[in-house]
């Protein structure tokens, strides 16, 4: 099961890029054909209608291609203002317009359609960035996507990850794991 993992920050000691990794590592251990995906590498601009009306960016294309081919998804999201970042945001928005005058991605959604998404969430807060979750999912409903019913928020984060990047508490790695497994159980359920 092709397997995209990423996470709604770009900061380099970012919490959610090493849940990423947490999760990446997760999936590669119940058989997943992992791409770890780093939105750094992308750069993508602010939307905007007039930059778009342009010609859409060469990184927004491929980006799209990317996570079409990936039927599994796991975002780690922070939690900005008890949503998602602009980062995401902005990300997702690039990724669902259609493109004109490209009869293949004539369909805004077709990057999103049907693909099984697990949500996790990091942040140094106790709630562990749970109340973005609760947006981000709705917003991945929207896109046409199927949102895992279970979802984990890693609270505490500055000191729930040990030198090797590896999650401390057992238990907490479990979650992650609990939330990889069901993502992969529905996306091989769904294309087989
Ligand atoms: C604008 C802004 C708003 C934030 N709001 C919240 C919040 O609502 N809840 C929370 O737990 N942390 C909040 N934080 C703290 C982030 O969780 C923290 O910066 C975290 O490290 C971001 O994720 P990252 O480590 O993956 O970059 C906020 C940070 C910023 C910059």
Not at 29 to 48: H, I, M, Q, R, S
Not at 94 to 107: M, Q
Not at 153 to 172: C, E, H, I
């Amino acid at each position: 099961m092709k397997t995209l993992v990423f996470a709604g920050s770009t900061r380099q000691q970012s919490f959610n890029r090493r849940l990423a990794a947490v999760a990446a590592q997760a999936a590669r251990d119940l058989g997943a054909d992992v791409t770890l995906l780093e939105l750094a590498d992308f750069e993508l601009p602010l939307y905007n209608g007039d930059l778009e009306a342009q010609g859409t960016p060469d990184k927004v294309r491929e980006l799209k291609a990317i996570v079409h081919a990936h039927p599994a998804w796991i975002i780690c999201s922070p939690e900005y203002n008890a949503s998602y970042t602009g980062l995401l945001k902005n990300t997702l928005d690039w990724l669902s317009r259609p493109i004109a005058g490209d009869a293949d991605w004539a369909v805004g959604t077709k990057p999103f359609n049907n693909k099984v998404v697990g949500l996790l969430a990091a942040s140094n807060g106790a709630l562990g960035g749970v109340r973005g979750l609760g947006q981000l999912a709705p917003l991945m409903r929207q896109l046409q996507c199927w949102v895992a019913p279970k979802q984990f928020a890693l609270g505490q984060a500055a000191t729930a990850f040990d030198d090797k990047g590896l999650l401390r508490d057992a238990t907490q790695q479990a979650s992650v794991v609990g939330v990889v497994e069901q993502v992969l159980h529905t996306a091989r359920k769904l294309n087989a």
